[in-house]
Nanobody
């Protein structure tokens, strides 16, 4: 069974940085699109960033210029480098991977931006 395990969440001060990781295990095929989503309390889940197998990226307007998504295809891992974080970035962050016609999700990692 495919499993996505996230790490790197926590408490960070406004203006600080944080790096999230998500590693997939038991995947028998190459991964197409990888992505990060987030869900703040009382809000719908929103797409933060995507990256294709070839490295093309897209970002939500609210994070463009501050967040960077990257991936390591050999390790089936996706990263989210978060810089200049703001209190409104506080949310549970979920990774998503699409492969062999199916979507897989991580369990979520909490990111809290507060002084």
């Amino acid at each position: 069974q495919v499993q996505l395990v996230e790490s790197g969440g926590g408490l960070v001060q406004p203006g600080g940085s944080l790096r999230l990781s998500c590693a997939a295990s038991r995947i028998g095929s190459s991964i197409d699109t990888m992505a990060w989503h987030r869900q703040a309390p009382g809000k719908q889940r929103e797409l933060v960033a995507t990256i294709t197998r070839g490295g093309s990226t897209n970002y939500a307007g609210s994070v463009k210029g501050r967040f960077t998504i990257s991936r390591d295809n050999a390790k089936n891992t996706v990263f989210l480098q978060m810089n200049s974080v703001k209190p409104e970035d506080t949310a549970v962050y979920y990774c998503q991977m699409f492969t062999a016609g199916r979507n897989y999700w991580g369990q979520g990692t909490q990111v809290t931006v507060s002084s």
